[in-house]
């Protein structure tokens, strides 16, 4: 009789539900806040008439806004090698899981079986994306970045648009392979995420009954629906981003005219010179 | 959609077929044969007469007694096993055009309903062929006996009767009961692949069949005593945590079984009784 005494078999029922838990908490909150921050390319403009700039600014004003706040997070290393572990762990597990299973799709066309096979093809080009993007825009490998430009957290939008672009000037030939990778692995990421909160559910035990199940594959479903929403407008947004344009409004440059109405200047101007004679 | 729905998912098809079966037809079985255990596999067709209700068994039978192939070469008889011929042992289980199921319930008419229509024929593939289309299912009933599928009874004096059951645990137990070990579930499991070294059956994925055999136990009112002991085997390796959550086994249940209830529930005792443990261990 074979045993189960290795370190590997002692810990097996452990390392599965950590592998499954480490999808949702901490991957898969990152993800939906990662993705609602990166979104803000696309609505961030909603308030730019309340600020007197254009859409464009307002939401690379608003981007760098969320960008400069999570730099400015206190053990800000921490979190990200929580994250990396986490993410490394799922992989690594993730690709056991692969290499023991087999695929039978052409005998058995089940919704079921197309989403278990997707989950598993997913998750490899998802961490094939997650790698990529961490290595260039965290680590620093920016020559694997066409055109070579480094991003920079200070000029978030722009160094970020130029990296996928492919250069600074607009679109190049391996700049526009850069953002359809970008818009796959995005989009498996949302899948493998939805698709592998559906399963936690049985995973865990949460979902037992076949109406249960189906009701929480309804919430996964939506959920997904949103947060594909936010993916494709974040890569769009950035896809078809002018870098100029971009780091005028990073500097301050801002393309609307800012003028004061009439009335309103006069009075602030009274206001001001008033408290100057008071305060004197 | 119920299992048994989407069992029979192209049963819109199957019964349209009936409609346009053609009287006396012969058509080609296409059978992957294999003369003993580490041999080669190899195909050969056969043209079979029909006659009204032809099933699969009744075409191996006819193909017993006339074994030629298509090509005039003289052969051996096919091999199969079968037993109660009214699909609820299980015994003549294998893979028919593709997709697992039973042999004996699988009429001719549903399949093959024109003049020369082709059947193939295929032994399981995640259990040792003994010969053709028979094959050993050991491993099935091993994992059966891993997570103990039984109901204690076993001691030196009568226990009297068993404990009362309400109406809707039996209900849900009946459901769970009709489980005929055929192995259906397993051939379409993408979890579940062949392991020909008997020492390492333990080590590998137990099977929708066993979690849901373990949940009929655990359910029963004496059998619940050995709950503690069948959930120790499905939270060690190759237990319920294998599981990929393809379902294909509830869709490919001959008796429409709700495997994937039973994998939720088996999954919820599962976080249950692993929490329990880290506290009280």
Not at chain 1, 155 to 174: H, K, M, N, P, R
Request: one cysteine or more.
């Amino acid at each position: 009789m074979s045993t189960k005494d290795g370190l590997l078999q002692r810990h097996h029922f452990l390392l599965r539900r950590l592998q499954s838990l480490t999808g949702i908490v901490p991957i898969g909150v990152f993800l939906i806040m990662h993705l609602t921050t990166n979104s803000t390319i696309a609505w961030g403009g909603a308030n730019s008439r309340a600020h007197g700039d254009g859409w464009v600014d307002r939401a690379v004003s608003t981007f760098q806004h969320e960008v400069s706040f999570i730099n400015d997070m206190p053990l800000l290393l921490l979190i990200e090698i929580t994250l990396w572990v986490s993410i490394a762990f799922h992989a690594i597990f993730g690709f056991m899981y692969v290499l023991s299973s087999s695929n039978n799709m052409t005998s058995y066309k089940y919704g079921g079986n197309f989403r278990y096979v997707l989950q598993r093809w997913t998750g490899m080009l998802g961490i094939f994306f997650i790698f990529y993007h961490i290595a260039t825009l965290r680590w620093g490998w920016s020559w694997a970045i066409p055109g070579q430009t480094e991003w920079s957290h200070e000029f978030a939008s722009s160094t970020f648009a130029a990296a996928i672009q492919g250069s600074t000037e607009g679109y190049t030939g391996l700049g526009l392979l850069v953002s359809v990778f970008y818009f796959l692995g995005v989009s498996a990421l949302v899948f493998h995420f939805a698709n592998g909160l559906w399963t936690a559910g049985i995973t865990w035990g949460l979902t037992v009954s076949r109406g249960s199940q189906k009701r929480w594959g309804y919430v996964c479903a939506g959920l997904g629906a949103g947060l594909m929403a936010m993916a494709w407008v974040s890569v769009i947004g950035f896809a078809t981003l002018d870098y100029d344009r971009a780091l005028d409004a990073e500097m301050g440059r801002s393309h609307a005219e800012q003028t004061l109405p009439e009335q309103q200047h006069k009075e602030t101007v009274t206001q001001a010179s008033n408290e100057e004679h008071n305060g004197g | 959609m119920s299992e048994a729905e989407a069992y029979s998912y192209d049963a819109e098809m199957r019964k349209e077929n009936r409609k346009k079966a053609v009287a006396g037809r012969s058509v080609i079985f296409k059978i992957k044969r294999c003369d003993g255990p580490g041999k080669p596999m190899r195909w050969e067709s056969f043209k079979v007469p029909i006659t009204d209700g032809s099933n699969v068994i009744s075409s191996l039978n006819w193909i017993a007694a006339n074994p030629t192939t298509v090509d005039g070469q003289q052969t051996t008889p096919v091999v199969w096993d079968s037993n109660c011929l009214e699909e609820v042992c299980g015994a003549c289980t294998m893979v028919i055009n593709g997709r697992v199921r039973q042999s004996c319930s699988c009429l001719i008419d549903e399949y093959a309903p024109l003049e020369g229509d082709v059947i193939t024929l295929e032994p399981m593939t995640k259990f040792p062929v003994v010969r053709d289309l028979w094959v050993n299912r050991d491993r099935l009933f091993n994992n059966l006996t891993r997570v103990k599928a039984w109901v204690p009874i076993d001691g030196t004096y009568s226990m009297g009767p068993g404990p009362k059951a309400t109406h809707d645990l039996q209900q849900m137990r009946y459901a769970l009961s009709e489980c005929m070990s055929c192995g259906c579930c397993l051939e379409a499991c993408p979890q579940f692949v062949k392991v020909e070294d008997e020492e390492k059956w333990d080590n590998a994925f137990i099977g929708a069949h066993a979690i849901s055999q373990a949940r009929l136990f655990n359910e029963h009112g004496t059998g619940k005593r050995l709950k503690g002991e069948r959930m120790d085997e499905l939270i060690s390796e190759g237990g319920i945590s294998e599981c990929g959550n393809a379902q294909n086994c509830v869709k490919v249940c001959p008796k429409g079984i709700p495997l994937t209830e039973s994998i939720g529930a088996i999954g919820r005792s599962a976080t249950v009784h692993s929490i329990k443990k880290f506290f009280t261990k």
